[in-house]
Every structure is written in C-alpha cells, then in structure tokens.
C-alpha cells in the first residue's frame, strides 16, 4: 500500500518564478492538507482540500494556492516566488473527520518537496 | 489562536536512559493535542495523540504523554532511549471545533541519543 508520495522532491526556482508541487494521498484517504516548514521550525499549515474544494486556509497571501483533482491528489503553486518561501513542503493525507470516518489529527505525510529559492 | 511551545530545542541523552521532551501549549478554546516525529531524510508519523478520556497516552515505540490541563501541557517521555529514537520530535495541537486536521505545530526538539 503506497503511502503518500509528493514531487518533485526538490526543485531549484528563482526570484519571481512560479512552482507546481504535486501530491499523491495514501490509498483510500480523502482529504489533503499542506504544510511549509522552514528550516529549524516546525511544519505552516497553509491549507487543506476536501472533494475537491480549499476548505480551510491558514495564515498565507494568495500567492499560495490549490487543487485537488476527483483521484484525491492534489497540487500546491506558488506564483512570484521570494527568497522566503524557500522550504519543506509537506503534503499530508487524511480521512475526513466527519460522519466518524476519520480520527482528528491522524495525518500520514509525504519525504515533502524541498524548494530553494535563488 | 494557538500556540505550541517546546522548551528544549535539543536534547542529548544517552542510550538507555530516560527522556522528557516538554511542551506546553494556549489556546483559548478546548484542543486535541499531538505528538509526531520526524526521522531524518522522512515524512513526520504520528506518536501519539490525546482526544479525551484518560491524560496517560501511549504511543508507538513505548513512548508516551501525560495531558496536563492545570498547566497546559503534554510532556512527551521514555523510559529507556535506544539510538534509534534519534530524531526530531513535534509537538502539535489542533482545535476541536474545525475537524481537527489543522494542525499547529510547535518549533520542534531535536532528539540526540548518544551510544
């Protein structure tokens, strides 16, 4: 049973550029959130994805946004990319908490997609 | 809003011996509270987790946490370290009223176990 697989697993941009991270969820989970962790701190969330709709968003500019497709993967872009979004960036899969389905806070997450920003 | 606060950005300790890797959290409405871990070169996997019922949890690989509500804490401990727990340990918390999937996450406690 694949777990949940993200690419690519790193990527190099410059100043300004735009970036698509891609993820794929563990079998037979529905809902995918994304997080950035900078180095030395602990993982951002920035938002989470439910039937194919952002159903709740952390602390992050509209720079940052999402999809997810009906196979359940999902993808992160960042437009006009800063030095500071340089990270880790961890997709994470889990069961929709609601209807009993799934445990809160029992996310599986990917190795992440280290992008460096020049 | 949340917070995660964990004391102790590394901790070295040799093999066999106890740990305690603290954390304390706010919020200022009831929390799930979590702790995972993250293996070099690895996605982070949860330890363990306290939703309700009794304050003592266990985890995976013998750890386990005690919910402090008086103090606002989740204290993360082993009794007895082997090398490999060396890792970067997360303490993490999520409101109760959002679902619960939205994590907040603490700065991390690197853990060192010297042979």
């Known amino acids: 049973d694949a777990g949940v697989t993200q690419s690519p697993t790193h990527l190099i941009k410059t100043r300004g550029q735009q970036v698509t991270l891609r993820c794929s969820p563990k079998?037979?989970?529905?809902?995918v959130s994304w997080y950035q962790q900078a180095l030395g701190q602990g993982p951002q969330f920035i938002f989470q994805?439910?039937?194919?709709?952002?159903?709740q968003r952390g602390n992050f500019p509209d720079r940052f946004s999402g999809h997810q497709f009906p196979n359940y993967s999902s993808e992160l872009n960042v437009n006009a990319l800063l030095l500071g979004d340089s990270a880790l960036y961890l997709c994470?899969?889990?069961?929709?908490?609601?209807?009993?389905?799934?445990?809160?806070?029992?996310?599986?997450f990917g190795e992440g997609s280290r992008l460096t920003v020049l | 809003a949340q917070s995660v606060t964990q004391l102790d950005s590394q901790v070295p300790v040799f093999e066999e011996a106890p740990v305690e890797l603290r954390c304390n959290y706010s919020s200022s409405v009831s929390v799930y509270l979590f702790w995972y871990v993250q293996y070099p070169n690895q996605g982070l996997q949860l330890l363990l987790k306290?939703?309700?019922?009794?304050?003592l949890v266990k985890g995976i690989n013998g750890f386990e946490a005690e919910f402090n509500k008086s103090q606002t804490s989740f204290h993360l401990r082993k009794p007895s370290v082997h090398i490999s727990d060396t890792a970067e340990y997360f303490c993490?918390?999520?409101?109760?009223?959002?679902?619960?999937?939205?994590?907040?996450f603490g700065t991390g406690t690197r853990l060192t176990v010297i042979p």
């Open positions: 994470a899969s889990s069961l929709a908490t609601g209807r009993g389905r799934g445990l809160p806070g029992e996310l599986f």
């Open positions: 079998s037979g989970h529905d809902t």
């Open positions: 306290y939703l309700s019922g009794s304050t």
């Open positions: 994805y439910y039937e194919e709709e952002e159903r």
């Open positions: 993490a918390v999520a409101r109760r009223q959002t679902g619960a999937n939205n994590l907040f």
